[in-house]
């Protein structure tokens, strides 16, 4: 039994911006609005990303630079978060540094083994403007982290080094979907 709506039930499948977009590449703006509008940008993220079988994604993923993301995603103990934030602080960060696969939908069919903290706390706002706090462990703080550098114009990629970043712009190159 659930309550209330499902999520992206209501939004709309939209096209994936992918490496080499520039909206990708530039910090997204804080959202002054907090209306209709940006309830349906939360619905369209959602409906985005079960689309695409994804854990997570940002609003300039669907080319909106606004700072706003959704996830429905494990953590290591295989409990499920589902939620979203608008303008979200990262205003903590912990734990050991894992390297872990991480993948990205605007990185389709790639993944790379990655560097992240085992924790962190975000803070920000629910699309009513209601204050919210979001504490991941694991594959969840992962997730977080992930999706808080896509709203600073970050990609996972960036955040490689070595072979492993070679390998994966050489990968990105070859893709089908490569802007290159
Ligand atoms: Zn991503």
């Known amino acids: 039994m659930r309550h209330g709506p499902i999520p992206g039930a209501r939004g709309r499948v939209r096209p994936l911006t992918l490496l080499g977009d520039t909206v990708l590449r530039e910090p997204c703006r804080e ?3 907090f209306g209709p509008e940006l309830a ?20 300039n ?8 993301f959704v996830y429905d995603c494990p ?7 589902l ?11 912990g734990g050991v540094v894992v390297r872990g696969p991480e993948g990205c939908l605007s990185l389709p069919g790639l993944e790379a083994g990655t560097e992240r ?3 962190a706390v975000i803070e920000g706002f629910t699309a009513a403007g209601e204050p919210v706090t979001v504490r991941g462990s694991g594959f969840f703080a992962r997730c977080l982290q992930h999706e808080y550098d896509h709203l600073q114009g970050r990609l996972y990629a960036d955040r490689l080094t070595g072979w492993r ?10 893709a089908s979907w490569s802007r290159g």
């Open 83 to 93: 939620g979203h934030v608008v303008n979200p602080t990262l205003v903590e960060t």
């Open 165 to 174: 970043k070679r390998r994966l712009e050489r990968q990105a190159a070859k």
């Open 61 to 68: 993923q669907v080319g909106e630079p606004l700072r706003v």
């Open 117 to 119: 903290y085992d924790h």
């Open 31 to 33: 959202v002054t609005g």
């Open 40 to 59: 349906a940008l939360v619905e369209d993220l959602f409906a985005t990303m079960y689309a695409a079988r994804g854990v997570g994604l940002a609003a």
């Open 75 to 81: 953590d290591d103990e295989d409990a499920r978060h």
